[in-house]
């Protein structure tokens, strides 16, 4: 078992940043971010592995979110720039599943976090 804590979240307007942060209780080859807004499914928003490998984000996201590791911390990091007010969502920290050829994935996860809310007017 992995307990996963977040924390970030926040209020901003359209246009503004905001950093995530989730440490987790042991390392584990993947670390990731995942939303869920009011009424739609959670959806993997990016995902990197702990050792070599590919990073991957959802479309809606590329450009303006970064993903970023501090190994040593057991810590995963997502940097929101130009925030639009669909990034609204409650964010949770995940450890993806990893498979052979495939790498870290946006669609299964073994761990959740407990969520942190994402609130972006405009």
């Known amino acids: 078992q992995v307990q996963l804590v977040e924390s970030g979240g926040g209020s901003v307007q359209a246009g503004g940043s905001l950093r995530l942060s989730c440490v987790a209780s042991?390392?584990?080859?993947?670390m990731g971010w995942f939303r869920q807004a009011p009424g739609k499914e959670r959806e993997g928003v990016a995902v990197?592995?702990?050792?070599?490998?590919?990073?991957y984000y959802a479309d809606s996201v590329k450009g303006r979110f970064t993903i970023s590791l501090d190994n040593a911390k057991n810590t995963v990091y997502l940097q929101m720039n130009s925030l639009k007010p669909e990034d609204t969502a409650m964010y949770y920290c995940?450890?993806?599943?990893?498979?052979w050829g495939a790498g870290c994935s946006l669609l299964s996860v073994n761990y959740w976090g407990q969520g942190t809310q994402v609130t972006v007017s405009s």
């Open positions: 042991a390392a584990r080859t993947c």
């Open positions: 990197i592995p702990t050792g070599t490998g590919s990073t």
């Open positions: 995940a450890i993806p599943k990893w498979t």
